[in-house]
Protein backbone atom coordinates (compact mmCIF):
# COMPACT_ATOMS: atom_id res chain seq x y z
CA UNK A 1 0.00 0.00 0.00
CA UNK A 2 1.14 3.08 -0.97
CA UNK A 3 0.43 6.33 1.84
CA UNK A 4 1.94 9.58 2.20
CA UNK A 5 4.67 9.96 4.29
CA UNK A 6 4.35 13.77 4.55
CA UNK A 7 2.41 13.68 8.20
CA UNK A 8 5.16 10.94 9.67
CA UNK A 9 8.11 12.69 8.32
CA UNK A 10 6.85 16.45 9.31
CA UNK A 11 5.74 14.78 13.07
CA UNK A 12 9.60 13.04 12.92
CA UNK A 13 11.28 16.09 12.12
CA UNK A 14 9.09 18.28 14.20
CA UNK A 15 9.31 16.10 16.69
CA UNK A 16 12.98 15.38 16.62
CA UNK A 17 14.14 18.79 17.04
CA UNK A 18 11.48 19.64 19.95
CA UNK A 19 12.70 16.59 21.47
CA UNK A 20 16.55 17.82 21.44
CA UNK A 21 15.44 20.90 23.05
CA UNK A 22 13.31 19.68 25.68
CA UNK A 23 15.41 16.85 26.51
CA UNK A 24 18.62 19.02 26.96
CA UNK A 25 16.30 21.31 28.91
CA UNK A 26 15.37 18.67 31.16
CA UNK A 27 18.97 17.85 31.99
CA UNK A 28 19.62 21.34 32.75
CA UNK A 29 16.66 21.67 35.21
CA UNK A 30 17.84 18.40 36.60
CA UNK A 31 21.01 19.54 37.45
CA UNK A 32 19.97 22.66 38.48
CA UNK A 33 17.45 21.29 40.85
CA UNK A 34 20.73 18.84 41.96
CA UNK A 35 23.02 21.26 42.72
CA UNK A 36 20.79 23.51 44.36
CA UNK A 37 20.87 21.21 47.32
CA UNK A 38 23.08 18.02 46.44
CA UNK A 39 21.28 16.18 49.08
CA UNK A 40 18.02 16.13 48.46
CA UNK A 41 17.15 12.57 47.41
CA UNK A 42 14.11 13.89 45.29
CA UNK A 43 16.63 16.18 43.47
CA UNK A 44 18.94 13.06 42.89
CA UNK A 45 16.29 10.78 41.92
CA UNK A 46 15.34 13.39 39.31
CA UNK A 47 18.50 14.19 37.80
CA UNK A 48 19.64 10.12 37.91
CA UNK A 49 16.23 9.65 35.88
CA UNK A 50 16.71 12.81 33.33
CA UNK A 51 20.07 12.07 32.39
CA UNK A 52 19.12 8.67 30.74
CA UNK A 53 16.43 9.96 29.39
CA UNK A 54 17.58 13.24 28.26
CA UNK A 55 20.59 10.99 26.17
CA UNK A 56 18.32 8.93 25.07
CA UNK A 57 16.27 10.97 23.01
CA UNK A 58 18.83 13.25 21.68
CA UNK A 59 20.83 10.64 20.54
CA UNK A 60 17.74 8.83 18.89
CA UNK A 61 16.50 12.52 17.67
CA UNK A 62 19.74 13.71 16.26
CA UNK A 63 20.06 10.28 14.92
CA UNK A 64 16.92 10.64 12.94
CA UNK A 65 17.65 14.43 11.89
CA UNK A 66 20.98 13.23 10.79
CA UNK A 67 19.45 9.97 8.92
CA UNK A 68 17.14 12.36 7.40
CA UNK A 69 19.43 14.74 5.92
CA UNK A 70 22.25 12.35 4.52
CA UNK A 71 20.17 9.34 3.78
CA UNK A 72 16.89 10.86 2.43
CA UNK A 73 14.61 8.16 0.58
CA UNK A 74 17.05 5.03 1.51
CA UNK A 75 18.82 6.47 -1.47
CA UNK A 76 21.95 5.52 -0.76
CA UNK A 77 20.52 2.78 2.42
CA UNK A 78 22.05 3.58 5.92
CA UNK A 79 24.97 1.71 6.71
CA UNK A 80 24.80 -1.84 8.19
CA UNK A 81 25.89 -0.34 11.27
CA UNK A 82 23.72 2.08 12.30
CA UNK A 83 20.27 0.26 13.15
CA UNK A 84 22.08 -2.07 15.88
CA UNK A 85 23.91 0.79 17.07
CA UNK A 86 20.72 3.09 17.93
CA UNK A 87 18.88 -0.62 18.80
CA UNK A 88 21.68 -0.84 21.45
CA UNK A 89 22.09 2.26 22.82
CA UNK A 90 18.16 2.47 22.92
CA UNK A 91 17.92 -1.00 24.92
CA UNK A 92 20.92 0.80 27.32
CA UNK A 93 19.15 3.82 28.62
CA UNK A 94 15.98 2.56 28.27
CA UNK A 95 16.57 -0.42 30.52
CA UNK A 96 19.03 2.61 32.33
CA UNK A 97 16.30 5.13 33.48
CA UNK A 98 14.02 2.01 34.05
CA UNK A 99 16.59 0.81 36.56
CA UNK A 100 16.84 4.50 38.31
CA UNK A 101 13.31 3.91 38.69
CA UNK A 102 12.76 0.45 40.21
CA UNK A 103 15.89 1.51 42.56
CA UNK A 104 14.46 4.55 44.25
CA UNK A 105 10.87 3.57 44.56
CA UNK A 106 12.41 0.42 46.32
CA UNK A 107 14.80 2.04 48.74
CA UNK A 108 13.01 5.53 49.08
CA UNK A 109 12.00 4.70 52.33
CA UNK A 110 15.26 3.14 53.43
CA UNK A 111 16.93 6.42 52.31
CA UNK A 112 14.42 8.51 53.62
CA UNK A 113 15.38 6.91 56.71
CA UNK A 114 19.03 7.40 56.55
CA UNK A 115 19.13 11.09 55.42
CA UNK A 116 17.07 12.09 58.38
CA UNK A 117 19.15 10.43 60.82
CA UNK A 118 21.72 11.69 59.84
CA UNK A 119 20.49 15.24 59.17
CA UNK A 120 19.93 14.49 62.90
CA UNK A 121 23.10 13.44 63.96
CA UNK A 122 24.46 16.31 62.22
CA UNK A 123 22.62 19.05 64.11
CA UNK A 124 23.26 17.09 67.36
CA UNK A 125 27.26 16.97 66.34
CA UNK A 126 26.81 20.71 65.85
CA UNK A 127 25.29 21.30 68.97
CA UNK A 128 27.32 19.57 70.93
CA UNK A 129 30.36 21.32 69.71
CA UNK A 130 28.71 24.49 70.13
CA UNK A 131 27.85 23.47 73.54
CA UNK A 132 31.73 22.69 74.32
CA UNK A 133 32.81 25.77 73.06
CA UNK A 134 30.68 28.10 75.61
CA UNK A 135 31.26 25.29 78.31
CA UNK A 136 34.14 27.67 79.73
CA UNK A 137 31.92 30.90 79.55
CA UNK A 138 28.77 29.38 81.17
CA UNK A 139 30.97 28.17 83.85
CA UNK A 140 32.57 31.38 84.31
CA UNK A 141 29.07 33.21 84.34
CA UNK A 142 27.99 30.51 86.70
CA UNK A 143 31.03 31.23 89.07
CA UNK A 144 30.30 34.86 88.69
CA UNK A 145 26.28 34.70 90.05
CA UNK A 146 27.27 32.70 92.57
CA UNK A 147 29.91 35.71 93.35
CA UNK A 148 27.94 38.10 93.23
CA UNK A 149 24.96 36.22 95.19
CA UNK A 150 28.37 35.62 97.85
CA UNK A 151 29.20 39.23 97.93
CA UNK A 152 25.45 40.57 98.20
CA UNK A 153 24.99 38.66 101.44
CA UNK A 154 28.18 39.90 102.82
CA UNK A 155 27.19 43.00 102.18
CA UNK A 156 23.22 42.51 103.36
CA UNK A 157 25.35 41.45 106.71
CA UNK A 158 27.70 44.37 106.86
CA UNK A 159 25.02 46.82 106.58
CA UNK A 160 22.46 45.11 108.91
CA UNK A 161 25.22 45.63 111.45
CA UNK A 162 26.51 49.05 110.40
CA UNK A 163 22.52 49.93 110.82
CA UNK A 164 22.30 48.35 114.26
CA UNK A 165 25.10 50.78 115.05
CA UNK A 166 24.16 53.88 113.49
CA UNK A 167 20.29 53.67 114.96
CA UNK A 168 21.73 53.38 118.25
CA UNK A 169 24.07 56.51 117.55
CA UNK A 170 21.11 58.25 115.77
CA UNK A 171 18.86 57.93 118.69
CA UNK A 172 21.69 58.85 120.90
CA UNK A 173 22.49 62.19 119.29
CA UNK A 174 18.94 63.00 117.93
CA UNK A 175 18.15 63.86 121.80
CA UNK A 176 20.91 66.03 122.49
CA UNK A 177 20.51 67.76 119.06
CA UNK A 178 16.86 68.65 119.87
CA UNK A 179 17.87 70.17 123.31
CA UNK A 180 20.54 72.58 120.90
CA UNK A 181 17.75 73.21 118.62
CA UNK A 182 14.89 74.63 120.95
CA UNK A 183 17.74 76.49 123.52
CA UNK A 184 19.35 78.16 119.93
CA UNK A 185 15.63 78.95 118.96
CA UNK A 186 14.94 80.57 122.66
CA UNK A 187 18.24 82.39 122.54
CA UNK A 188 17.42 84.04 119.43
CA UNK A 189 14.06 85.40 120.50
CA UNK A 190 16.02 87.37 122.75
CA UNK A 191 18.27 89.00 120.03
CA UNK A 192 18.53 91.83 117.97
CA UNK A 193 17.70 90.46 114.36
CA UNK A 194 20.60 91.71 112.61
CA UNK A 195 22.76 91.67 115.62
CA UNK A 196 26.01 89.80 115.77
CA UNK A 197 24.78 87.24 118.28
CA UNK A 198 21.34 86.82 116.55
CA UNK A 199 23.68 85.40 113.32
CA UNK A 200 25.81 83.44 115.58
CA UNK A 201 23.14 82.00 116.60
CA UNK A 202 21.39 81.07 113.36
CA UNK A 203 24.82 79.62 112.12
CA UNK A 204 24.41 77.23 115.12
CA UNK A 205 20.85 76.75 113.94
CA UNK A 206 21.50 75.94 110.75
CA UNK A 207 24.40 73.17 111.48
CA UNK A 208 22.41 71.69 114.12
CA UNK A 209 19.18 71.55 111.61
CA UNK A 210 22.18 69.92 108.52
CA UNK A 211 23.19 67.54 111.58
CA UNK A 212 19.44 66.15 112.46
CA UNK A 213 19.02 65.97 108.88
CA UNK A 214 21.64 63.93 108.74
CA UNK A 215 21.00 61.52 111.83
CA UNK A 216 17.13 61.81 110.33
CA UNK A 217 18.86 59.83 107.35
CA UNK A 218 20.65 57.39 109.49
CA UNK A 219 17.73 56.65 110.99
CA UNK A 220 15.76 55.76 107.66
CA UNK A 221 18.60 53.88 106.83
CA UNK A 222 18.63 51.86 109.97
CA UNK A 223 14.85 51.66 111.04
CA UNK A 224 12.93 48.54 110.23
CA UNK A 225 9.70 50.14 110.25
CA UNK A 226 6.32 49.20 109.03
CA UNK A 227 6.39 51.22 105.54
CA UNK A 228 3.17 53.19 104.91
CA UNK A 229 1.70 51.83 101.90
CA UNK A 230 -0.61 53.70 99.44
CA UNK A 231 -1.57 52.68 96.20
CA UNK A 232 0.57 54.33 93.80
CA UNK A 233 1.47 54.30 90.20
CA UNK A 234 5.16 54.09 90.34
CA UNK A 235 5.48 55.48 86.57
CA UNK A 236 3.58 58.70 88.30
CA UNK A 237 6.77 58.35 90.86
CA UNK A 238 9.34 58.39 88.49
CA UNK A 239 7.83 61.00 86.84
CA UNK A 240 7.73 63.09 89.86
CA UNK A 241 11.57 62.32 90.60
CA UNK A 242 12.58 63.38 87.28
CA UNK A 243 10.87 66.44 87.65
CA UNK A 244 12.50 66.92 90.74
CA UNK A 245 15.92 65.97 90.03
CA UNK A 246 15.68 68.25 86.58
CA UNK A 247 15.02 71.07 88.16
CA UNK A 248 18.07 71.47 90.13
CA UNK A 249 20.77 70.07 87.30
CA UNK A 250 18.96 72.42 84.55
CA UNK A 251 22.60 73.73 83.85
CA UNK A 252 24.27 70.14 82.63
CA UNK A 253 21.92 69.41 79.63
CA UNK A 254 21.18 65.64 80.72
CA UNK A 255 18.47 63.68 78.58
CA UNK A 256 16.72 61.65 80.51
CA UNK A 257 14.94 59.13 78.84
CA UNK A 258 12.30 56.99 79.88
CA UNK A 259 10.59 53.48 78.80
CA UNK A 260 7.85 52.66 81.01
CA UNK A 261 6.02 49.59 80.71
CA UNK A 262 2.17 49.45 80.46
CA UNK A 263 2.12 46.31 82.23
CA UNK A 264 3.24 48.11 85.22
CA UNK A 265 -0.06 48.76 87.20
CA UNK A 266 -0.41 50.96 89.95
CA UNK A 267 0.58 49.22 93.76
CA UNK A 268 0.54 49.22 97.06
CA UNK A 269 4.52 50.78 98.07
CA UNK A 270 5.43 53.77 100.29
CA UNK A 271 5.31 56.20 98.35
CA UNK A 272 7.56 59.03 99.45
CA UNK A 273 9.84 56.66 100.24
CA UNK A 274 10.04 55.16 97.02
CA UNK A 275 10.40 58.75 95.38
CA UNK A 276 13.24 59.43 97.54
CA UNK A 277 14.88 56.40 96.34
CA UNK A 278 14.66 57.30 93.12
CA UNK A 279 15.85 60.96 93.44
CA UNK A 280 18.63 59.41 95.23
CA UNK A 281 19.22 57.06 92.12
CA UNK A 282 18.80 59.94 89.50
CA UNK A 283 20.65 62.39 91.36
CA UNK A 284 23.83 60.19 91.37
CA UNK A 285 23.57 59.17 87.99
CA UNK A 286 23.42 62.97 86.95
CA UNK A 287 26.56 63.68 89.05
CA UNK A 288 28.08 60.98 87.25
CA UNK A 289 27.33 61.99 83.97
CA UNK A 290 28.19 65.41 84.34
CA UNK A 291 27.74 67.75 81.19
CA UNK A 292 25.47 66.20 78.24
CA UNK A 293 24.78 63.12 79.41
CA UNK A 294 22.45 60.16 78.68
CA UNK A 295 20.12 58.75 81.38
CA UNK A 296 17.79 56.30 80.82
CA UNK A 297 14.94 54.76 83.38
CA UNK A 298 13.27 51.77 82.45
CA UNK A 299 10.69 49.66 84.09
CA UNK A 300 9.43 46.28 83.49
CA UNK A 301 6.89 44.14 84.74
CA UNK A 302 8.32 40.64 85.82
CA UNK A 303 4.72 38.65 86.22
CA UNK A 304 5.45 35.26 87.46
CA UNK A 305 7.45 36.56 89.80
CA UNK A 306 5.22 39.13 91.09
CA UNK A 307 8.28 41.68 90.71
CA UNK A 308 8.75 45.45 89.09
CA UNK A 309 12.03 46.23 88.01
CA UNK A 310 12.55 49.84 87.86
CA UNK A 311 16.44 50.25 86.38
CA UNK A 312 17.95 53.52 86.09
CA UNK A 313 21.13 53.66 83.70
CA UNK A 314 23.52 56.14 83.14
CA UNK A 315 26.63 56.35 80.68
CA UNK A 316 28.51 58.19 83.46
CA UNK A 317 31.84 57.55 85.01
CA UNK A 318 30.90 54.41 85.85
CA UNK A 319 31.88 52.98 89.89
CA UNK A 320 35.75 51.26 90.71
CA UNK A 321 36.07 47.65 91.35
CA UNK A 322 37.29 48.43 94.63
CA UNK A 323 34.33 50.92 95.68
CA UNK A 324 31.36 49.07 94.51
CA UNK A 325 31.26 46.91 97.43
CA UNK A 326 31.05 49.97 99.85
CA UNK A 327 29.08 52.11 97.98
CA UNK A 328 25.57 51.38 99.79
CA UNK A 329 27.89 51.99 103.28
CA UNK A 330 26.60 54.76 105.07
CA UNK A 331 29.23 57.34 105.20
CA UNK A 332 30.65 56.05 101.55
CA UNK A 333 31.11 58.98 99.34
CA UNK A 334 33.98 59.84 96.66
CA UNK A 335 32.36 63.16 95.97
CA UNK A 336 34.26 65.96 97.89
CA UNK A 337 32.90 67.10 101.18
CA UNK A 338 30.62 69.60 100.87
CA UNK A 339 29.14 67.33 97.94
CA UNK A 340 28.24 64.55 99.10
CA UNK A 341 27.50 63.10 102.10
CA UNK A 342 27.60 59.09 101.45
CA UNK A 343 24.15 58.42 102.76
CA UNK A 344 21.77 58.47 99.14
CA UNK A 345 22.47 54.73 98.70
CA UNK A 346 22.73 53.81 102.30
CA UNK A 347 19.29 55.33 102.79
CA UNK A 348 18.17 53.73 99.68
CA UNK A 349 19.19 50.55 100.24
CA UNK A 350 17.29 50.76 103.49
CA UNK A 351 14.12 51.78 102.27
CA UNK A 352 14.11 49.04 99.63
CA UNK A 353 15.03 46.44 101.93
CA UNK A 354 12.19 47.42 104.51
CA UNK A 355 10.07 47.58 101.28
CA UNK A 356 11.03 43.80 100.30
CA UNK A 357 12.58 44.72 98.01
CA UNK A 358 16.35 44.53 96.75
CA UNK A 359 18.55 47.27 95.21
CA UNK A 360 21.36 45.92 92.62
CA UNK A 361 24.05 47.18 91.25
CA UNK A 362 26.50 46.92 87.67
CA UNK A 363 28.77 48.93 86.56
CA UNK A 364 32.08 49.25 84.27
CA UNK A 365 34.35 52.14 84.75
CA UNK A 366 34.31 54.55 82.42
CA UNK A 367 31.12 53.34 80.75
CA UNK A 368 28.52 53.84 83.17
CA UNK A 369 26.59 52.20 85.91
CA UNK A 370 23.31 50.78 86.16
CA UNK A 371 20.83 50.41 89.08
CA UNK A 372 18.26 47.72 89.49
CA UNK A 373 15.44 48.60 92.21
CA UNK A 374 13.24 45.52 92.10
CA UNK A 375 10.45 45.91 94.34
CA UNK A 376 7.11 43.26 95.25
CA UNK A 377 4.19 43.88 93.33
CA UNK A 378 1.65 44.30 96.03
CA UNK A 379 -2.03 44.98 95.58
CA UNK A 380 -5.16 45.09 97.89
CA UNK A 381 -5.02 41.78 98.81
CA UNK A 382 -1.08 41.33 99.95
CA UNK A 383 -0.27 44.96 100.99
CA UNK A 384 0.36 44.30 104.50
CA UNK A 385 3.37 41.77 104.46
CA UNK A 386 6.62 43.07 104.38
CA UNK A 387 10.06 40.89 105.00
CA UNK B 1 10.86 7.28 13.96
CA UNK B 2 10.45 4.67 15.95
CA UNK B 3 11.12 1.86 13.03
CA UNK B 4 14.80 0.81 12.81
CA UNK B 5 14.25 -1.72 10.13
CA UNK B 6 16.94 -5.04 9.36
CA UNK B 7 17.95 -5.25 13.22
CA UNK B 8 19.45 -8.61 14.24
CA UNK B 9 16.71 -11.02 15.89
CA UNK B 10 18.34 -11.09 19.01
CA UNK B 11 18.99 -7.44 18.95
CA UNK B 12 14.99 -6.79 18.12
CA UNK B 13 14.07 -9.16 21.47
CA UNK B 14 16.41 -7.81 23.84
CA UNK B 15 14.77 -3.63 22.58
CA UNK B 16 11.62 -5.23 23.29
CA UNK B 17 12.62 -5.92 26.46
CA UNK B 18 13.71 -3.05 27.63
CA UNK B 19 10.61 -1.38 26.39
CA UNK B 20 8.73 -3.36 28.39
CA UNK B 21 10.87 -3.15 31.62
CA UNK B 22 10.54 0.89 30.81
CA UNK B 23 6.89 0.60 30.51
CA UNK B 24 6.54 -1.37 34.03
CA UNK B 25 9.15 0.70 35.89
CA UNK B 26 7.25 3.98 34.53
CA UNK B 27 3.80 2.59 35.52
CA UNK B 28 5.74 2.29 38.74
CA UNK B 29 6.07 5.59 39.07
CA UNK B 30 2.98 6.77 38.06
CA UNK B 31 2.03 4.67 41.18
CA UNK B 32 4.75 5.64 43.26
CA UNK B 33 4.11 8.93 42.71
CA UNK B 34 0.00 8.87 43.38
CA UNK B 35 0.65 6.89 46.44
CA UNK B 36 3.06 9.52 48.23
CA UNK B 37 -0.19 12.04 47.86
CA UNK B 38 2.22 13.86 45.46
CA UNK B 39 -0.59 14.56 42.71
CA UNK B 40 -1.65 17.15 44.73
CA UNK B 41 2.03 19.03 44.77
CA UNK B 42 2.77 20.82 41.39
CA UNK B 43 5.72 19.87 40.16
CA UNK B 44 5.60 16.04 40.84
CA UNK B 45 1.95 16.22 39.31
CA UNK B 46 3.47 17.45 35.72
CA UNK B 47 6.15 14.64 36.24
CA UNK B 48 3.26 11.84 36.58
CA UNK B 49 1.97 12.98 33.62
CA UNK B 50 5.08 12.59 31.71
CA UNK B 51 5.76 9.23 33.11
CA UNK B 52 2.17 8.47 31.59
CA UNK B 53 2.95 9.78 28.51
CA UNK B 54 6.29 7.86 28.25
CA UNK B 55 4.18 4.76 28.76
CA UNK B 56 2.41 5.39 26.01
CA UNK B 57 5.18 6.36 23.79
CA UNK B 58 7.12 3.42 24.79
CA UNK B 59 3.75 1.35 23.85
CA UNK B 60 3.93 2.70 20.39
CA UNK B 61 7.46 2.08 19.65
CA UNK B 62 7.54 -1.38 21.14
CA UNK B 63 4.44 -1.43 18.68
CA UNK B 64 6.14 -0.75 15.71
CA UNK B 65 9.46 -2.37 16.37
CA UNK B 66 7.22 -5.80 16.73
CA UNK B 67 5.11 -5.42 13.57
CA UNK B 68 8.47 -4.37 11.74
CA UNK B 69 11.10 -6.11 12.71
CA UNK B 70 11.06 -9.84 14.51
CA UNK B 71 7.81 -10.55 13.11
CA UNK B 72 8.10 -8.99 9.91
CA UNK B 73 4.43 -8.50 9.66
CA UNK B 74 5.04 -5.45 7.98
CA UNK B 75 7.79 -4.37 5.48
CA UNK B 76 7.92 -0.48 5.28
CA UNK B 77 10.42 1.37 2.81
CA UNK B 78 9.99 4.73 1.12
CA UNK B 79 9.25 6.05 -2.37
CA UNK B 80 10.92 9.43 -3.25
CA UNK B 81 10.70 12.01 -0.56
CA UNK B 82 7.09 12.23 0.59
CA UNK B 83 5.47 8.73 0.20
CA UNK B 84 5.88 5.39 2.42
CA UNK B 85 5.20 1.93 0.36
CA UNK B 86 3.63 -0.19 3.35
CA UNK B 87 2.87 -4.09 3.00
CA UNK B 88 1.49 -5.99 5.71
CA UNK B 89 2.44 -9.75 5.81
CA UNK B 90 -1.06 -10.83 5.33
CA UNK B 91 -3.01 -8.30 3.29
CA UNK B 92 -4.56 -6.93 6.75
CA UNK B 93 -4.98 -3.31 5.55
CA UNK B 94 -5.65 -2.22 9.83
CA UNK B 95 -2.15 -3.35 10.13
CA UNK B 96 -1.10 -1.15 7.71
CA UNK B 97 -3.08 1.51 9.55
CA UNK B 98 -1.99 0.65 13.07
CA UNK B 99 1.59 0.67 12.21
CA UNK B 100 0.96 4.32 10.44
CA UNK B 101 -0.54 5.43 13.82
CA UNK B 102 2.27 4.05 15.59
CA UNK B 103 4.84 5.53 13.77
CA UNK B 104 3.65 8.92 14.76
CA UNK B 105 5.23 8.08 18.53
CA UNK B 106 7.00 11.52 18.56
CA UNK B 107 3.09 12.96 19.15
CA UNK B 108 3.58 11.30 22.69
CA UNK B 109 7.27 11.61 23.45
CA UNK B 110 7.50 15.28 22.59
CA UNK B 111 4.25 16.01 25.66
CA UNK B 112 6.50 13.38 27.52
CA UNK B 113 9.45 15.51 27.95
CA UNK B 114 7.90 18.73 27.97
CA UNK B 115 5.87 17.55 31.14
CA UNK B 116 9.29 15.99 32.85
CA UNK B 117 10.84 19.63 32.06
CA UNK B 118 7.89 21.30 33.27
CA UNK B 119 7.77 19.20 36.88
CA UNK B 120 11.19 20.00 36.96
CA UNK B 121 10.95 23.73 36.62
CA UNK B 122 8.10 24.09 39.08
CA UNK B 123 10.69 21.68 41.63
CA UNK B 124 13.35 24.22 40.85
CA UNK B 125 11.03 27.31 41.65
CA UNK B 126 10.01 25.95 44.79
CA UNK B 127 13.47 24.82 45.82
CA UNK B 128 14.35 28.55 45.27
CA UNK B 129 11.61 29.59 47.68
CA UNK B 130 13.08 27.59 50.71
CA UNK B 131 16.55 27.44 51.64
CA UNK B 132 18.01 23.61 51.36
CA UNK B 133 18.48 23.17 55.17
CA UNK B 134 14.65 23.51 55.43
CA UNK B 135 14.11 21.43 52.87
CA UNK B 136 12.94 17.40 54.11
CA UNK B 137 15.99 15.58 53.26
CA UNK B 138 14.28 13.28 50.91
CA UNK B 139 12.47 16.18 49.63
CA UNK B 140 9.18 14.52 50.83
CA UNK B 141 7.06 16.99 52.81
CA UNK B 142 3.32 15.05 52.33
CA UNK B 143 3.87 12.21 54.63
CA UNK B 144 3.92 14.42 57.63
CA UNK B 145 5.96 12.01 59.52
CA UNK B 146 9.54 14.31 59.92
CA UNK B 147 11.41 12.53 63.04
CA UNK B 148 13.82 15.65 62.99
CA UNK B 149 10.85 17.65 64.18
CA UNK B 150 11.98 21.03 62.74
N1 LIG C 1 25.43 56.45 89.10
C1 LIG C 1 26.65 56.44 89.67
N2 LIG C 1 27.77 56.48 88.90
C2 LIG C 1 28.98 56.46 89.47
N3 LIG C 1 29.20 56.40 90.79
C3 LIG C 1 28.14 56.35 91.61
C4 LIG C 1 26.81 56.36 91.10
N4 LIG C 1 25.98 56.29 92.14
C5 LIG C 1 26.73 56.25 93.25
N5 LIG C 1 28.03 56.28 92.91
C6 LIG C 1 29.13 56.21 93.84
O1 LIG C 1 28.67 55.77 95.10
C7 LIG C 1 29.00 56.68 96.10
C8 LIG C 1 27.96 56.69 97.15
O2 LIG C 1 26.77 57.25 96.64
P1 LIG C 1 25.71 57.87 97.62
O3 LIG C 1 24.56 58.31 96.85
O4 LIG C 1 25.51 56.89 98.72
O5 LIG C 1 26.50 59.09 98.21
P2 LIG C 1 26.82 60.46 97.49
O6 LIG C 1 26.09 60.58 96.24
O7 LIG C 1 28.30 60.53 97.41
O8 LIG C 1 26.30 61.49 98.55
P3 LIG C 1 24.76 61.88 98.82
O9 LIG C 1 23.94 61.03 97.95
O10 LIG C 1 24.57 61.56 100.24
O11 LIG C 1 24.70 63.30 98.52
C9 LIG C 1 29.17 57.98 95.36
O12 LIG C 1 30.05 58.85 96.03
C10 LIG C 1 29.76 57.56 94.03
O13 LIG C 1 31.14 57.38 94.12
MG1 LIG D 1 23.98 60.39 96.15
Redesign the interface.
Known sequence: MTVTAIPILLVDIIGSALMIVFSLLAIVYARRLNQRDPENLAGIFLLWLSVPLGTLFTLRSAGYILEATFFPAAQPPAPEYLSPLIDGITMLLLVGAASVILFFSRTWNMFRVVFTERNMLRRTRKELIDLNRTLKERVQERTDTLLNHEKQMARADRLASIGQLSSGIAHEINNPLGVIQGYTQLLMRDEDPGSQRYEDLQVILKHAKNCKAIVEDLRSFAKRSLPEKTETSIHDVIHDAILFVQNRVRKQNIRIDTCLDDAVVPMYMDEKKIRQVLVNLVMNACQAVGENGVIEIQTKLDAPARQVHIRVADDGCGIEKKDIERIFDPFFTTKPTGEGTGLGLAVSYGIIRNNGGEILVSSEPGWGSVFTVILPVLTAGNASGYS | ?AA?????PV??A??LF??L??I???A??TG?ISRRGDTVRSGWRE?RYSAIF?IHW?AFAFTAYLLEDPSGWIAA????????????AGGH?FL?WIY?LV??D??L??PA??F??LG??R??AQ??LTP?DE?D????RTEGV???GV
Do not use: C
Not at chain 2, 4 to 8: N, T
Not at chain 2, 137 to 140: I, K, L, R, T, V
Open positions: MRPHGSGAVVSHLFISMILWIFSSRIGSWTLYIESAVYRLQLSVMVLVLALLAKPNPAGDRED
